[in-house]
C-alpha cells in the first residue's frame, strides 16, 4: 500500500489586502521532510505569505496548520517548532553571543545550550563579543547556531542568503541538507536567488502579483518546462495551451512551455533548451501571458 504523504504545512484560501497590494487567496501544501522553494520578483508577495502564515500580520483564510496545529488556537506551540531566519538579524547590536543564549534559553522549552555553545564553536564565533562587531556572514552563522538550537521542525528562511558571497551561501546550504536529514524536518526558503533553490529544492512555488502561479516538483520542472526559439509563422500555429509565456524579440520569439518533450516528439528539429527556475521566473514576470 502506497504511503500517504503527510504534510508539514497547509494554507487555504489565504488573503491579505493592503492598498496598493493583494495576495490572493494562497492555498499551499509543504510534504513533511521536503525542502520548498519560494521564489518570485521583489514585492510578488513571498513575505507576506510568510508573515501571515506565521501569525505576525493580520489575514484572512479558511484554514493554516503547521505540524497538524491549528494556528487560531495553538500559535504557540506552533512557534516552538518553527524556526524562522531573515536576511537581517533583529538581535540588539550590543549584545553578545553568550548574552543571546542565556536569554533564550528562558524562551524555548526545547533550548539546548550544549548544541548551541557546539554551533558557535563550529562556526567560529566569539561568545563574548558584541554583535556591532559581526560581519554579516557572522550574523547569519549565529542565526542558524539559534535556530538549531532549539530543535526545530521546520525551517523557514525568508531571502537569508540574500546579500552573501556565493562561498558563504553554499556553507548555508549544506546546513540545510543537514537539517533534512531527519526525515522529520521541513524548510520554507523563499529567494530571488534562484540558483541556491537549484541545488536544494525538492519543491518549487512561483508567486507573482500576489497570486500563486503553480507548485511543482524540481524534477518536473526540469522535465517539462523548456524555451523555444520560433519565428512569428511557427509561434502562430502553437495551441493557446502550450504557451505559458512568450517574449517577442527582434528576430524570433522566446517561447516557454510546459510540455517540451510532447512539442519535441511532433517537431523534433525545433530549438527547445532546458527552462531554469530563474528562466520561468523571468517569463512570469516580463513576458506576455
Known amino acids: 500500500m502506497k504511503r500517504m504523504v503527510e504534510n508539514a504545512i497547509q494554507i487555504q484560501n489565504l488573503s ?3 492598498k496598493d ?11 513533511k521532510g521536503s525542502i520548498l522553494g519560494l521564489v518570485g ?9 510568510i508573515q501571515s502564515m506565521l501569525g505576525l500580520i493580520r489575514s484572512e483564510y479558511d484554514a493554516i496548520q503547521i505540524l497538524g496545529k491549528d494556528l487560531r488556537t495553538q500559535e ?3 512557534k516552538e517548532d518553527i524556526a524562522v531566519i531573515y536576511d537581517v538579524s533583529h538581535y540588539n547590536l550590543q549584545y553578545t553571543p553568550k548574552f543571546i543564549g542565556s536569554m533564550l ?5 526545547n533550548w539546548d545550550m550544549e548544541r548551541y555553545h557546539g554551533y558557535l564553536k563550529r562556526f567560529g564565533l566569539p561568545e563574548d563579543k558584541r554583535l556591532k562587531t559581526f560581519s554579516k556572514g557572522m550574523k547569519m552563522k549565529l542565526e542558524f547556531a539559534i535556530a538549531f538550537s532549539h530543535a526545530p521542525k521546520i525551517l523557514i528562511l525568508d531571502e537569508a542568503t540574500s546579500g552573501l558571497d556565493p562561498v558563504f551561501r553554499d556553507e548555508i546550504l549544506e546546513l540545510i541538507r543537514e537539517f533534512t536529514e ?8 523563499s529567494s530571488h536567488i534562484t540558483s541556491d533553490l537549484d541545488k ?22 526540469r522535465e517539462d518546462y523548456g524555451i523555444l526559439h520560433c519565428g512569428k509563422d511557427f509561434f502562430e500555429t502553437l495551441r493557446e495551451e502550450d504557451i505559458v509565456s512568450f517574449r517577442k524579440e527582434p528576430y524570433e520569439y522566446k517561447v516557454l512551455v510546459k510540455n517540451k518533450n510532447e512539442i519535441l516528439r511532433v517537431f523534433p528539429e525545433l530549438e527547445m533548451e532546458r527552462a ?3 528562466d520561468i521566473m523571468l517569463f512570469y514576470v516580463k513576458g506576455e501571458m
Open 41 to 49: 520578483a521583489n514585492g510578488a508577495g513571498k513575505s507576506t505569505m
Open 16 to 18: 491579505k489586502v493592503y
Open 21 to 31: 497590494f493583494s495576495l490572493k487567496n494562497i492555498t499551499l501544501n509543504i510534504p
Open 105 to 109: 534559553q528562558k524562551v524555548y522549552r
Open 200 to 221: 536544494v529544492a525538492d519543491y518549487i512555488a512561483l508567486i507573482h502579483d500576489g497570486t500563486l502561479q503553480f507548485v511543482k516538483t524540481y524534477d518536473e520542472i
Open 276 to 278: 531554469s527556475v530563474e
Open 76 to 78: 504557540k506551540e506552533i
Open 182 to 189: 531527519e526525515e522529520e524536518h521541513t524548510v520554507l526558503m
